[in-house]
């Protein structure tokens, strides 16, 4: 009866772990085959993400009213607008992240790419380590909405133009 059990439970934690390991392929694949500039590991880029990041932003970015911003289709847009790369990694979500300073220009090097490459500028130069350790030291708080709305124009702006 016990053997049976213990059986039964191997099982479970078998088909458990494969499940993890299909989900974490499937990641892989949806990474593409080149990793993109500055992300070492997309791998570790995506665990980083589902962990730490996709709680309020959704596994896909898309955000919702009652969590945060869409990041789909708009995060690499802040690029191309003076200041919009220092807001990025200075929004309370991104500098308060329990992620170390070379996690987190991996994930959002990775998150970028992932969710708005066709927005990146053709000469995007990859977040590193060290601008993100500086960047996260002057974190924003309530005034994040109201940069983050000018600096939204600001890109409409320069598209209208
Ligand atoms: C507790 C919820 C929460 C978590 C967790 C969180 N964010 Fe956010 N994020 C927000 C909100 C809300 C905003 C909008 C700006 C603001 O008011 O803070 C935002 C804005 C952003 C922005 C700026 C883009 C824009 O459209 O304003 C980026 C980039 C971003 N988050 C990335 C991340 C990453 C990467 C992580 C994980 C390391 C993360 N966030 C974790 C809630 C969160």
Not at 43 to 56: D, E, K, S, V, Y
Not at 76 to 100: H, I
Not at 137 to 160: F, M, W, Y
């Amino acid at each position: 009866m016990a053997g049976a059990l213990l059986t039964v439970t191997a099982l479970a934690s078998v088909v458990l772990a494969s499940m993890v390991l299909a989900a974490a392929n499937e990641s892989a694949d949806e990474a593409g085959e080149a990793a993109p500039a500055g992300v070492a590991n997309p791998q570790r880029a995506w665990q980083h993400w589902t962990l730490n990041c996709q709680g309020c932003h959704r596994p896909d970015g898309t955000g919702s009213d009652q969590t945060a911003p869409s990041l789909a289709g708009t995060v690499a847009r802040f690029l191309s607008v003076p200041g919009g790369r220092e807001y990025l990694s200075r929004v309370p979500g991104v500098a308060a992240s329990a992620l170390s300073d070379a996690d987190l220009a991996e994930v959002m090097n990775w998150m970028l790419w992932r969710f708005d490459r066709q927005h990146l500028p053709a000469d995007f130069q990859p977040y590193t380590a060290a601008e993100i350790g500086q960047l996260r030291t002057r974190p924003l708080r309530l005034e994040a909405s109201q940069i983050r709305a000018d600096l939204l124009k600001k890109a409409d702006e320069a598209i209208a133009r």
